[in-house]
Nanobody, 115 residues
Framework: QVQLVESGGGLVQPGGSLTLSCAGS????????MGWYRQAPGKQRELVAT???????TYADFVKGRFTISRDNAKNWLYLQMNSLKPEDTAVYYC?????????WGQGTLVTVSS
């Protein structure tokens, strides 16, 4: 079993910044690709960003240049630095991790961008 717990969500004004964290624990031998999805109210879950164990990153077009994904392999932590936030970034953000036992998901953390 691999457990993931997100933190760092909250209310932020448009143009502001937040950093999400995702802590991995449990039967972790090695985490492969990790990343973030988000789901806005009434919408489907969408992929935001991914990062491989070697540090290769991918981003959805709607966050390129504003969000930065990173990870600490020694601690099994994942981060998402979010800058220049927009109201349309409002969503529940979920981290995930692929590993030899399958894919694990966090419980989600709510990000609300509003004035």
């Amino acid at each position: 079993q691999v457990q993931l717990v997100e933190s760092g969500g909250g209310l932020v004004q448009p143009g502001g910044s937040l950093t999400l964290s995702c802590a991995g624990s449990g039967s972790i031998f090695s985490l492969n690709t990790m990343g973030w999805y988000r789901q806005a109210p009434g919408k489907q879950r969408e992929l935001v960003a991914t990062i491989t164990s070697g540090g290769y990153t991918t981003y959805a077009d709607f966050v390129k240049g504003r969000f930065t994904i990173s990870r600490d392999n020694a601690k099994n932590w994942l981060y998402l630095q979010m800058n220049s936030l927009k109201p349309e970034d409002t969503a529940v953000y979920y981290c995930f991790a692929n590993h030899r036992l399958g894919t694990s998901w966090g419980q989600g953390t709510l990000v609300t961008v509003s004035s």
